[in-house]
């Protein structure tokens, strides 16, 4: 859609402000975020991508700020867990350690059997001059990051100290960006009504990703075999 309405743009030679408004957004955040979500696509980014798509869009006046319930509705990486694993991978120390300080906090809290928590996205501050302010710390129930849960107090702190990035497989290769998760939901609820048992869900699941990573996709004959024509 947005390269049809740049497209639009460009062939009109006197266009109306709707089109001028739709390309200055697209060349201003959308196309903008878009790069820079590609470039920065682990889940550990994914706060930081957040906050910049806010940023971008702060040139809208008051008129036309339709994206701010965009925004608030699906600031999912605003979430305190998310915030605080991007925290967890700032350059600044200082952003470390408060992150490790209230994950620490978060532990103590935790208690043995209790029940699942409660996923919810945050009340998002519009203005934050940072990602790190983008919520509420102090009006907000904080959990720790399930990804690090693993980890220990003493891995999680030599890490703090030494700034040494996070080279977790399992952590990096996760993306923040929904085209490879919707993709993946819908492997999964495929999975779900084929098949009954875990395991049968699991292999159904590995074995369509298996067959995606040999052949990406059907475009051309040559993926196709066919039988030899006989004489």
């Not at 203005?127 to 919520?135: G, P, R, S, T």
């Not at 980890?151 to 996760?174: N, R, Y």
Request: proline share 5%.
């Amino acid at each position: 859609m947005a390269n049809r309405i740049l497209r639009e743009y460009i062939a009109t030679s006197d266009p109306d402000e709707t089109l001028r408004f739709l390309a200055e957004f697209i060349l201003r955040v959308y196309a903008a975020s878009w790069f820079h979500i590609r470039k920065n696509s682990s889940c550990t980014e994914g706060a930081r991508n957040l906050w910049q798509v806010v940023s971008l869009s702060r040139y809208l006046d008051g008129t036309k700020k339709g994206v701010d319930p965009v925004l608030r509705r699906n600031a999912f990486f605003a979430h305190p867990e998310n915030v605080l694993l991007a925290m967890l991978t700032d350059n600044r120390e200082e952003f470390r350690t408060l992150a490790w300080r209230r994950i620490k906090e978060a532990r103590t809290r935790k208690v043995p059997g209790a029940k699942v928590r409660i996923f919810e996205v945050p009340p998002l501050n519009l203005d934050a001059e940072d990602y790190v302010d983008l919520i509420q710390w102090e009006e907000l129930d904080i959990t720790e990051p399930p990804l690090i849960s693993t980890f220990t107090d003493e891995q999680v702190e030599e890490f703090i100290s030494t700034g040494k990035k996070l080279e977790d497989p399992s952590i990096l290769d996760i993306p923040c960006h929904t085209q490879a998760v919707e993709r993946s939901v819908q492997l999964v609820a495929e999975s779900a009504s084929s098949t009954c048992e875990y395991e049968a869900r699991d292999r159904y699941v590995r074995v369509r990703l298996r067959s995606r990573k040999l052949i990406p996709k059907f475009g051309d004959k040559k993926n196709y075999k066919t039988a030899p024509e006989k004489d």
